[in-house]
């Protein structure tokens, strides 16, 4: 079979999931490539054929995908369309949200040749998984791009593929809220861009300062987008649950990949 276009379509708030998506995409080795960011949303529904290839990447936040993606990602319909599945988690562990998003992903009519799951550096901790992915996880990713394309190739028809076999449990994992939130500092000259960049609009102008906990998921983006380094997570409680998380999380997990075929 041979692909025309190929589509990466991802949740990415501090932009390590997109670069394991680029990293795959290198290996897949079309020119043709158009990239879909729905880390802030994404408006209309859209349809790829039989011929494009879709990549999908998200993040793992407390064992699942980030819930409020889930009305977007079924925007994107296929039409026994190819696709690849990747999660990125911080060195803990993904739990369930792989085996979500084949569900979510399959549900639309896409059919998955391959899934993968790699890590980045933890959203919360960043020192668990410190500048991850590193050269061999993007190594690694690329190499999981070529063999995924080596094996559509040969496929003439993906109409029988085999629903691809993925670590997870169902029901899935309880998607809690995260009770460790950023904050701004004095730092913040109020320039916005924390505002304007925050997936769940969490953070007012007025204040910008403050987030709602009610409403901030704890991605780390508000913190990787302001140009002041005004915004982390900081406080006794999270002092607290650093350390120990750190220490709990220490040793450095790898990649794991799976292939329907």
Do not use: W
Request: aromatic residues 10%; charged residues 25%; glycine residues 6%.
């Amino acid at each position: 079979m041979e692909i025309q276009k190929v589509n990466l379509i991802y949740f990415s708030a501090t932009n390590t999931t997109k670069q394991v998506l680029l990293a795959i995409a290198k290996g897949v080795g079309c020119n043709a490539i158009q990239a879909y960011d729905i880390t802030l949303g994404q408006e209309g529904e859209i349809e790829f054929e039989e011929d494009e290839l879709v990549i999908f990447g998200f993040p793992v936040y407390a064992g699942r995908i980030p819930q409020l993606s889930v009305p977007v990602l079924n925007q994107f319909k296929g039409k026994n369309t190819p696709a690849i599945i990747v999660c990125v988690y911080g060195n803990r562990d993904y739990d369930d949200a792989l085996l979500e998003l084949r569900n979510l992903v399959s549900a639309n009519q896409f059919m998955i040749l391959s899934a993968g799951v790699f890590i980045g550096q933890h959203s919360i901790f960043p020192k668990t998984g410190a500048n991850r992915p590193d050269q061999s996880d993007l190594s690694k990713a690329q190499h999981f791009g070529e063999e995924s394309m080596m094996k559509l190739k040969e496929q003439m028809d993906l109409s029988d593929l085999p629903e691809i076999k993925v670590k997870g449990n169902f029901p899935y994992k309880e998607a809690n809220p995260i009770p460790l939130i950023p904050s701004g500092n004095r730092k913040c000259t109020v320039c916005g861009k924390c505002v304007r960049n925050c997936p769940t609009q969490a953070i007012s102008l007025d204040n910008p300062r403050k987030t709602d906990k009610t409403r901030c998921i704890s991605c780390g983006r508000c913190i990787y987008v302001c140009p002041e380094n005004s915004r982390q997570f900081r406080g006794v409680l999270y002092s607290m649950a650093e350390q120990k998380f750190n220490r709990t999380y220490a040793e450095r997990k790898e990649p794991e990949l799976f292939y329907s075929f």
